[in-house]
């Protein structure tokens, strides 16, 4: 079930960068395994899957020490996507190869802190809140194209990020609201790549080239507008318990 929903996600992947003139290589699969057991993660890269997303980044650490374990020499990419609190920065720094949601000095400086000890250098994006969503974290950025305040105080902090000695900054992330047709959240993916345009104008000594954007539900879209990265949970593994 894996293999065949992996092949139908990179061929869906693949169509969409097509039809928007990209190349399907520029896209990459970062298949969302949380709730998922090691033995889920460990099919998908028999498969040949390497990229592997949690969003809880304490709960899935008995799961990475697993798979790194069984697969020994060589072990995935992993991915904190989720909400960071404090206290878990040194957890993430130690556990994970690139963290999407970076949304505040605090977890900025502590991550930077922790890989600087490690002697590492941690890829980051920006989660940026483009929707207004409430429920949603990030950077509250919905009203950037018409507010200069809200554009030169998002330029303040990527400023003081941009500052920190561990931290590699490769680009930026959002969620969309949950909506049942994608095409109603075409906008939210516009206005990120909108945004990267500003930053890399603002910033261009950064590439900015990451755009960490589409879920099951919406991928081809946010393909279509430029993600560079999708995250993609239940059309590779299937459907998660109630409470999720
Ligand atoms: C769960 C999750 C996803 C994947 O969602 P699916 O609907 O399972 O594809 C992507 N991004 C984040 C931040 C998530 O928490």
Not at 9 to 19: I, T
Not at 87 to 113: E, P, T
Not at 230 to 239: D, L, M, P, W, Y
Request: aromatic share 8%; with cysteine; charged share 25%.
């Amino acid at each position: 079930m894996i293999r065949q929903n992996l092949e139908r996600v990179h061929e869906r992947m693949a169509e969409s960068a097509l039809r928007a003139g990209r190349q399907p290589a520029a896209v990459r699969l970062v298949a969302v395994s949380k709730t998922f057991p090691a033995e889920d993660v460990l099919a998908a890269w028999e498969c040949g899957q390497r990229d592997f997303g949690e969003n809880r980044p304490q709960q899935a650490l008995d799961k990475i020490a697993r798979v790194n374990e069984a697969l020994g020499e060589q072990h995935p990419i992993w991915h904190m996507i989720g909400h960071i609190q404090s206290r878990q920065a040194k957890w993430v720094a130690a556990h994970y190869d690139w963290v999407h949601s970076v949304n505040r000095q605090k977890i900025a400086q502590r991550l930077s802190r922790k890989a600087a000890a490690a002697g590492q250098e941690l890829p980051v994006l920006l989660e940026c809140n483009v929707s207004g969503e409430e429920s949603k974290y990030g950077y509250q950025l919905s009203n950037w194209e018409r507010s200069e305040v809200v554009r030169e105080q998002f330029f303040q902090e990527v400023a003081q990020i941009l500052a920190l000695p561990a931290l590699r900054v490769a680009g930026l992330m959002t969620m969309a609201p949950w909506v049942t047709d994608p095409e109603t959240v075409r906008p939210v993916f516009v206005s990120l790549r909108g945004l990267r345009e500003l930053l890399r104008e603002r910033f261009p000594a950064v590439a900015w080239a990451e755009l960490s954007m589409g879920m099951t539900d919406d991928f081809e879209v946010a393909v279509e507008e430029g993600a560079t990265l999708v995250r993609v949970g239940r059309a590779i593994f299937g459907e998660r318990g109630k409470d999720w």
